[in-house]
Structures are given as structure tokens and as C-alpha cells.
């Protein structure tokens, strides 16, 4: 069973930073593309950012230059490292993936909350 769980979030002042980890199991985590997705209160699921193999990122043009994801392999844990935080980044974030060896099989985990407030 492909399990994600996210840890990391909370409450930070505008400027802030904070990391968000999230820890996969039950798949090849070195072969398979991580996805960073957020979800503002009234708001549709968006893509953050992504890592593909061979470390391959992608950012929205939101947080680029801001946010940064990576991987730990041997710890099967990808990151979001997220700088200079804004208001407009609460959110709930979730970690997403497309299991390949699994079909493309579509994992989210819980979802961690994000609030940047003074």
C-alpha cells in the first residue's frame, strides 16, 4: 500500500519560513515524480512545485525563487523548503504522486495546513 504523510506545517509571520517533509512508502520513490500541491480556503488545488527523476524541478511561477523541493532518497522524503512566506501562501499542502509501477496509480497524502499571518 503506497502511503504519503506530510509533516511541517504551521503558523509563521509574513517573511517567515518553514519546511514541509513528506515521507512515501510502498513504492519506488527514487523513479517516481514528487508533487507539492496547495489549496487556499475558496480556492481550486494547485501545483506548487515538482522533483522528477534525476532531480528535475518545476515551480509555479508563484513561489519561484521562494520555494525550493528536493529529495532525500535513502530516506524516501521529499522536501518543501518555503522562504520569504506571504499571506497569500496559506493553504492547505499536499503531497502527491503517480506511482508508475503501480499504473500511474494517484496517491495524496493528508495534507498539512500553512497559515502566514502576523
Known amino acids: 500500500q503506497v502511503q504519503l504523510v506530510e509533516s511541517g506545517g504551521g503558523l509563521v509571520q509574513p517573511g517567515g519560513s518553514l519546511r514541509l517533509s513528506c515521507v512515501a512508502s510502498?513504492?519506488?520513490?527514487?523513479?517516481?515524480?514528487m508533487n507539492w500541491y496547495r489549496q487556499a480556503p475558496g480556492k481550486q488545488r494547485e501545483l506548487v512545485a515538482s522533483?522528477?527523476?534525476?532531480?528535475?524541478?518545476n515551480y509555479a511561477d508563484a513561489v519561484k525563487g521562494r520555494f525550493t523541493i528536493s529529495r532525500d532518497v535513502a530516506k524516501n522524503t521529499v522536501y518543501l523548503e518555503m522562504n520569504s512566506l506571504k499571506p497569500e501562501d496559506t493553504a492547505v499542502y499536499y503531497c502527491?504522486?503517480?506511482?508508475?509501477?503501480?499504473?500511474?496509480?494517484?496517491?495524496w497524502g493528508q495534507g498539512t495546513q500553512v497559515t502566514v499571518s502576523s
Open positions: 502527491m504522486t503517480s506511482v508508475a509501477e503501480k499504473g500511474n496509480l494517484e496517491v
Open positions: 522533483i522528477a527523476h534525476r532531480a528535475v524541478t
Open positions: 510502498g513504492m519506488l520513490f527514487s523513479i517516481n515524480t
